[in-house]
């Protein structure tokens, strides 16, 4: 048995934009009573649009609990593609964000950067608090089991913390479900950065020395891992290169005046909406030719086109600056709801549920605003004066000739 989809479809529908615009007004009224967000955007409105991503894969979760929960069906992806795109869809454009936001570090070529620096940097921006919500997830699992740390805890604590994997914790076997399986992104990123990030800054090293422009070095990113996934070979690492490789080469048109002030004009935003329609109404993912809709639309967005002023409102800075703990800790929330609170969701009938969505999406982005000041900013903070300190002190500049 299914969810009715028509009733149930249109509701999802409805109450996840509703989700959206509650959590914008949540983060404004987060930002009136003082809430920390950057000074000015940092690359176009991708602040604005980071928080939007995090608030869809938690309404794209919350659809396949109520597969899980209610009617038995499997842990899988979603059958109507743009519910699966909330989820994998977003997942893309995160990957492009990072492409983008780490190209310069690459630009400066593999001998000019200080890669201490940069590690130590990811390490205390994603690995606190992912280390809390392995602590906030074994702690579920000893509630509901009774079970306690064993000789192999120490291992999955390496694993999960890594990103590695989601191992069995304490012996549960659906451990992973409790945060809603999300580490499989992490751990693609942390490929990105020690070993994509690094040949990509060797590449630009190269290209300056026989005098090929920058550009060339993603899209020879983009064409190898675009082939290897349609050959199939090289496992997933390869995979998600074209995504990286996207927000690498949206800094690259960006970079040039005349290109960023078209894709920011009013006809680039009307020309990448109605481009997105088909891509996340016909395909599952951005891995299809779906892809170049998406990699438009993130130009749009890095080069600062407002989309009408959606990805500018001062709310959604907020739950922009939030975004890392909205994706790793939604999942924890519904898994309580839909395991541990299993009479709330079977009292409501399937149309009535996604009202829940707004409460939850409210919810969550009043939790990660918490653990943002008390975990993330401050671990973050740390580790950039961490990295500072070790970096090399500069030569001095020699004398000059009077």
């Known amino acids: 048995m299914s969810l009715p989809v028509d009733?149930?479809?249109?509701?999802?529908?409805?109450?996840?934009?509703?989700?959206?615009?509650?959590?914008?007004?949540v983060g404004g009224a987060l930002r009136r009573g003082g809430f920390p967000v950057p000074k000015g955007p940092r690359y176009g409105n991708i602040d604005g649009l980071r928080g939007f991503l995090a608030l869809s894969v938690?309404?794209?979760?919350?659809?396949?609990?109520?597969?899980?929960?209610?009617y038995g069906q499997p842990w899988s992806a979603a059958d109507l593609p743009f519910v699966n795109q909330l989820g994998a869809g977003a997942v893309a454009l995160f990957f492009?964000?990072?492409?983008?936001?780490?190209y310069p570090t690459a630009l400066k070529g593999i001998g000019h950067v200080f890669w201490p620096k940069i590690y130590i940097g990811r390490f205390f921006r994603i690995v606190p608090l992912v280390a809390v919500s392995f602590l906030l997830i074994s702690l579920v699992i000893a509630l509901r089991t009774g079970a306690r740390p064993d000789a192999s805890y120490a291992r999955a604590a390496i694993e999960w913390i890594s990103a590695h994997r989601?191992?069995?914790?304490?012996?549960?076997?659906?451990?992973?479900?409790?945060?809603?399986?999300?580490?499989?992104?992490?751990?693609?990123?942390?490929?990105?950065?020690?070993?994509?990030?690094?040949?990509?800054?060797?590449?630009?090293?190269?290209?300056?020395?026989?005098?090929?422009?920058?550009w060339t070095v993603p899209l020879l990113v983009l064409i190898v891992g675009a082939a290897a996934h349609l050959a199939r070979v090289g496992g997933n690492m390869p995979t998600f290169w074209p995504l990286f490789a996207a927000g690498m080469l949206a800094y690259e048109l960006c970079a040039r005046d005349a290109v960023r002030r078209w894709l920011a004009s009013r006809t680039a935003a009307v020309l990448a909406t109605l481009a997105m329609v088909p891509a996340v109404t016909l395909s599952h993912h951005a891995l299809t030719p779906a892809f170049f809709a998406f990699a438009f639309f993130f130009c749009c967005v890095a080069a600062g086109n407002r989309f009408g002023?959606?990805?500018?409102?001062p709310g959604a800075a907020v739950v922009g600056e939030i975004s890392f703990g909205i994706y790793l800790l939604h999942g924890i929330m519904l898994n309580l709801l839909f395991v541990d609170a299993t009479p709330?969701?079977?009292?409501?009938?399937?149309?009535?549920?996604?009202?829940?969505?707004?409460?939850l999406a409210a919810l969550i982005v009043l939790v990660t605003a918490a653990t943002y000041l008390l975990i993330e900013r401050p671990a973050w903070r740390?580790?950039?004066?961490?990295?500072?300190?070790?970096?090399?002190?500069?030569?001095?500049?020699p004398a000059t000739a009077p």
């Open 344 to 359: 709330i969701v079977r009292g409501l009938p399937p149309a009535a549920l996604p009202l829940l969505i707004p409460v």
């Open 58 to 70: 938690l309404s794209h979760h919350f659809w396949i609990w109520t597969q899980v929960a209610l």
């Open 382 to 397: 740390f580790g950039k004066r961490l990295g500072e300190r070790l970096r090399p002190a500069a030569a001095p500049a």
């Open 309 to 313: 002023g959606v990805f500018s409102l």
């Open 166 to 214: 989601e191992v069995p914790i304490m012996g549960y076997a659906d451990s992973g479900r409790v945060n809603a399986l999300v580490l499989w992104s992490l751990w693609q990123e942390w490929l990105f950065y020690l070993i994509l990030l690094p040949a990509v800054a060797l590449g630009l090293q190269l290209a300056r020395a026989v005098r090929l422009p920058s």
């Open 7 to 25: 009733t149930f479809t249109l509701s999802f529908l409805f109450f996840y934009l509703v989700s959206l615009v509650g959590a914008v007004l």
């Open 96 to 102: 492009m964000i990072t492409g983008l936001v780490f």
